[in-house]
Nanobody
Framework: QVQVVESGGGLVQAGGSLRLSCAAS????????IGWYRQAPGKQRELVAV???????NYADSVKGRFTISRDNAKNTIYLQMNSLKPEDTAVYYC?????????WGQGTQVTVAS
């Protein structure tokens, strides 16, 4: 089994930065991809950024050039560095780990960007 726990959300002014962390534990060798999704009130959950086992990355068009996903394999942790934040980035951010058999979600962390 794999578990993920997010941290690092908060309140920031527009134009500011935040870094989210997602620590994975358990059978982390089973993870084929791990990344971030977000869900704003009244909207569907959407992909923000993902990093795969071959280190390739994908980003939502809305965050390209502003957000960077990275990982520290020694710590089994991924990060989402968010710069130039906008009010429309306000959402609950979820870490998601994929294995061949399942998808594991964290509890989410709130990011609020004030205008």
């Amino acid at each position: 089994q794999v578990q993920v726990v997010e941290s690092g959300g908060g309140l920031v002014q527009a134009g500011g930065s935040l870094r989210l962390s997602c620590a994975a534990s358990g059978s982390t060798f089973m993870i084929t991809a791990i990344g971030w999704y977000r869900q704003a009130p009244g909207k569907q959950r959407e992909l923000v950024a993902v990093i795969k086992s071959d280190d390739s990355t994908n980003y939502a068009d809305s965050v390209k050039g502003r957000f960077t996903i990275s990982r520290d394999n020694a710590k089994n942790t991924i990060y989402l560095q968010m710069n130039s934040l906008k009010p429309e980035d306000t959402a609950v951010y979820y870490c998601n780990a994929e294995t061949r058999a399942s998808r594991i979600w964290g509890q989410g962390t709130q990011v609020t960007v004030a205008s």
